[in-house]
């Protein structure tokens, strides 16, 4: 028996399978694997089967690409939602996050990633043009830029700007915004970054009396 | 949709069954299934067939209870190694542990864990018996300690040894060792616990001229 080989086929192969996801290498997948060993068989096929249900049977909802087991997804055909916001994220972990503060009671719009022509995505691959329609039919007031605060996020941010910047119409162009950068609830201004508390000091905030 | 909830029941449940793996939190999980959703449908059908071959089809090696597709282990079945030797390790990785360093050529035990009265693991739930009929059967010369040296790893090799020392018989019993306890290879002494630093002097090697 070679150095890294293990016991079982069965065994190879599903290691081999398990460390094809991110973040999981080779010991942490047989760490895995064999836990669902020791465990009753129910638990593996419960796992199996779910994850086998969800890619042959999850729906992307057709206004706002987020993850969906219907046509519409639930927040787009929330009544009590605010139809006339539009929030622009990168993937389907943004939307939770930003659902998680209960701040924001309109709409998503998931792109399915941001510019990045170093990773070879351009806009071509992102759900661009579908925004735009969106935003085109008119009842969409506002449109909030939610991405991350990188330089690809920038360069997204930019490029679907200038997409909207005449639509619906170029009297009335639709509102667009990013969200505030500043410093963090908690933070400490000694290790905050100077490019963020620079951000905070020209974005300062007046008080009300 | 409330804090900490879904947009699709389908991905909730994934998320719940990826998140029972040992070390694997609901984050992980979701950027987990979130991968194979990205990712073309079989790599998902690949893992999840993996997962239930190795759960319904792998055998347990009926002499050392190592992992394996036939019924005695390649290892226990193999011609060349040494049947005279036995080492008793705690688990599978263990095995792949030792086979790594290949330092062993003899065969192994795997015990299945150790004893632990705080996690409720005692004697009866590892293959101890089994390897008091392997040595009680005669041909086993000698039997390596090869647990993780930790206090549970120390009571079990004083409790097996105790059950081993009149086998095969009271006039020739098996001989029994441990892993040496030292200094790692490659560590600064500086740093290294007092117990194992210790540990090196009593069991220190003469060196040979």
Do not use: W
Request: glycine share 8%; proline share 4%.
């Amino acid at each position: 028996m070679k150095i890294d080989q293990y016991p079982s086929k069965l065994l190879e192969r599903a290691v081999s399978e398990m460390s094809k996801l991110p973040g999981i290498g080779r010991k942490t997948a047989l760490r895995l694997v064999l836990h669902l060993l020791r465990k009753d068989a129910k638990g593996t096929h419960a796992l199996a089967e779910s994850l086998l249900r969800l890619r042959d049977e999850v729906l992307f909802c057709k206004s706002c690409h987020n993850i969906s087991d219907t046509e519409i997804c639930e927040i787009c055909s929330h009544p009590h939602r605010d139809h006339s916001v539009i929030c622009v994220v990168e993937n389907v972990q943004n939307v939770l996050a930003v659902e998680s503060t209960g701040q924001f009671k309109g709409l998503y719009h998931v792109l399915g990633g941001v510019i990045s022509p170093m990773d070879g995505v351009g806009p071509g691959d992102l759900q661009i043009s579908s925004l735009v329609e969106r935003v085109a039919g008119g009842t969409v007031k506002e449109v909030i830029f939610a991405l991350n605060p990188t330089m690809e996020g920038d360069t997204t941010n930019f490029y679907i700007s200038r997409k909207l910047s005449h639509l619906p119409s170029p009297e009335t162009p639709v509102t667009m915004s990013v969200l505030a950068r500043g410093v963090c609830v908690g933070d400490d201004l000694e290790y905050t970054d100077e490019v963020t508390l620079g951000r905070s000091i020209i974005d300062r905030v007046i008080l009300k009396n």
